[in-house]
């Protein structure tokens, strides 16, 4: 089970940008692979920091988990952008943002050296991020109720299968960056009053990639993506809510030459039932009974989520009575909690009589049974109501 993000990043709630961005800054230098080499544990936690300051960074991402928590993504679904933040070149990317270009390598002693050495020494990124895409996705109250996975075709950028992604025709027109020696960053010294100063920033040439194309792929013109379709299995959590948003990761766009892929948002919508009425957690259902249904009692049968439920309504039942069906509504997202059904009952007057039947209603409205009473416990309807929904 996930950890809470502000408990990994030891922050309160109520924490400014600034302050989450400073708290991630020191736990993330603390659990930097660098310094704890062969530490899966710190590595673990250097990446979970990441995923946890990458939605508590994201205003939006931070509300959705201020109110749903974890759930807010969906399951298996990530923070919502780079995977949770699991892919360890993607979390090198956002230093740029965080420590600055020179990356760790200044706080770590060495010199500006560009940070983490992945693969040549430098701190290289593969092409640009794809976009992220948006689909609304239309439930019915069965499916939220009970959780469900959609395989949905998604048009979209795809990797390009010719270049794998690259961007070249063949592998021999991809070439060392001859500006940053392969390393996607270029040193700069600099003489001041205080000595030498090294800085780092990412080559102008291969923007930061280590590698150049002399000859594009012919499918994709050198992109590394065409666009295409795939179909995506998402698995929708019970109990969502019309609006809510959840997110896949790396299941948006397609990069650039190899780029990471952006993330795919999923906006829920709530089709309408044709008997039953959502109230958060509950649902609520309208029963029109006739009067001799209501003076002598009845069973009547009700539609439910589920299907259809026997309820009793017990003789002299009044006009505006509200029963509960315990824990026949909706299942809470993040927790444990389920709403009800609440029955509302209206007693039906009937609008066209007979001669016959006026006659005996006229002689039955004479009986001090038929006279309207008030309600022994003096409560009002809207009493009733709140009482029913408490």
């Known amino acids: 089970m996930k950890r809470d993000f502000y408990e990994i990043l030891g922050v309160s709630k109520s924490a400014s940008a600034d302050e989450i961005k400073k708290a991630y800054r020191k ?3 603390q659990y930097h692979p660098d310094r704890n080499p062969g530490d899966k544990a710190a590595e673990d936690k250097f990446k979970e920091a990441a995923e946890a300051y990458e939605v508590l960074s994201d205003a939006d991402k931070k509300a959705k988990y201020d109110r749903f928590g974890h759930q807010a993504f969906g399951p298996g679904m990530g923070g919502g952008g ?7 070149d993607d979390i090198f990317s956002q230093f740029g943002d965080i420590f600055g270009d020179e990356g760790f390598g200044s706080f770590f002693g060495g010199g500006g050296g560009g940070g983490r050495s992945r693969g040549g020494g430098g701190s290289r990124q593969r092409g640009q991020r794809g976009s992220n895409l948006r689909i609304k996705m239309k439930l019915t109250f069965e499916e939220i109720a009970k959780g469900v996975t959609k395989n949905v075709k998604v048009k979209k950028n795809v990797v390009c299968n010719t270049c794998a992604g690259s961007g070249a025709k063949d592998k021999n027109s991809v070439q060392t960056c001859q500006t940053c020696g392969g390393n996607g960053q270029v040193k700069r010294v600099t003489n001041t009053f205080l000595g030498q100063m090294q800085t780092v920033t990412t080559c102008p040439t291969c923007n930061g990639e280590g590698q150049t194309v002399t000859a594009k792929c012919g499918s994709c013109r050198g992109e590394g993506k065409v666009f295409g379709e795939e179909t995506i299995s998402i698995d929708i959590p019970a109990g969502v809510q019309e609006g809510m948003q959840l997110s896949m990761s790396g299941k948006g766009n397609a990069g650039e030459r190899g780029g990471a892929p952006g993330d795919l948002i999923i906006q829920i919508e709530e089709e309408a039932h044709t008997e039953l009425v959502r109230d958060g957690l509950n649902v609520a259902y309208d029963l029109h009974i006739s009067f001799p249904d209501a003076a002598f009692g009845t069973t009547a049968e009700v539609p439910t989520i589920d299907g259809r439920a026997k309820i009793k309504i017990p003789a002299g039942t009044q006009s505006g009575k509200i029963f509960r069906l315990k824990g026949k509504g909706f299942p809470e ?9 609440l029955v509302y009952v209206n007693v039906w007057t009937p ?24 309600d022994k416990n003096n409560k009002t309807f809207f009493e009733r109501v709140k009482e029913a929904f408490n």
């Open 27 to 29: 736990t993330a230098m």
């Open 333 to 341: 997202v993040q927790g444990y909690a389920k709403g009800d059904q």
């Open 351 to 374: 609008q066209d009589l007979t001669s016959e039947e006026k006659a005996i209603l006229e002689k039955l409205n004479n009986s001090n049974n038929f006279k309207p009473k008030p």
């Open 82 to 88: 780079r995977g949770g933040a699991s892919n360890m």
